[in-house]
């Protein structure tokens, strides 16, 4: 999950909460079922405003840190409009009355497609050398003259066929 306008809702929350970082990290092991919560540093790189800020975290310790603030997830974090069963990190997310991320309607470079799928260049080569095996090419990848490019909408419909055949 994102954060919502880089974690001020959060802080806001944990300021109306009377909670700082320690006590919020303390009351997610309260509400976590498993009994175990998050650690305060995830808690600080979560909720923080600096450089080390993270902008997002796990499905899991936003429902814990929403829970811990007695908010809705939806308050504090974007939710996914999909979710891929292989990675988290190829969500497209929208929040409520927000419109879903917006597609680019042109090809893109490997470095282009990496960051918007959140993928490393090297995890797209797998994927492109395991369909190679298999005597495919890999949904959307198009050669132009000797260089790569990637229709990323091809690329994100062959990905949820996938994670639904999973």
Do not use: N
């Not at 879903?100 to 260049?121: C, H, I, V």
């Amino acid at each position: 999950m994102r954060r919502l306008d880089k974690g001020a809702p959060l802080r806001a929350a944990m300021t109306a909460a009377g909670l700082d970082i320690p006590r919020l990290a303390a009351k997610t092991k309260d509400v976590d079922p498993a009994g175990e919560g998050l650690s305060r540093s995830l808690v600080g790189f979560i909720a923080g405003g600096g450089k080390t800020a993270r902008e997002e975290c796990s499905d899991r310790a936003a429902e814990l840190i929403a829970a811990a603030l007695g908010k809705e997830v939806d308050d504090l974090f974007l939710t996914p409009v999909f979710t891929l069963s292989e990675s988290t990190s190829t969500r497209r997310t929208q929040t409520g009355d927000r419109s879903a991320t917006e597609l680019p309607a042109r090809l893109m470079d490997q470095a282009e497609l990496s960051t918007f799928l959140r993928k490393s260049r090297s995890w797209i080569d797998k994927q492109i050398q395991e369909a190679r095996k298999r005597g495919e090419i890999w949904p959307g990848l198009i050669y132009v003259g000797s260089s790569r490019r990637f229709d990323p909408h091809a690329v994100l419909d062959a990905m949820r066929k996938q994670s639904t055949a999973a």
